[in-house]
């Protein structure tokens, strides 16, 4: 069994971690640099559905747990 040895092994390793890039890219990195396809695909798929109707436990819908205050107007 020959093992690679000098720029061989470098250019297989390089190979292998670009390979790993290659296909992580669309599923990984794509959607985080421009997440617009998949707000879309949720509008469609959540219109007709209320969140406070299928909240658990008659628990809020989700607020800031900081609360900030909103500004008054006078």
Same mark, same amino acid.
């Given at each position: ?24 890219? !669309? ?6 640099? @421009? /997440?617009?396809?998949? $707000? ?15 909240? !658990? ?6 607020? @800031? /747990?900081?609360?900030? $205050? ?5």
């Amino acid at each position: 069994m020959a093992f690679f040895k000098g720029w061989r092994y470098a250019a297989f390793v390089s190979g292998f971690v670009g390979f790993i890039g290659l296909a992580l890219y !669309p599923i990984a990195i794509a959607p985080m640099i @421009d /997440p617009s396809k998949y $707000k879309e695909i949720q509008k469609v798929t959540r219109k007709n559905i209320r969140q406070e109707d299928i909240q !658990p436990g008659n628990m809020k819908v989700w607020t @800031d /747990p900081f609360g900030r $205050k909103k500004p008054e107007s006078d």
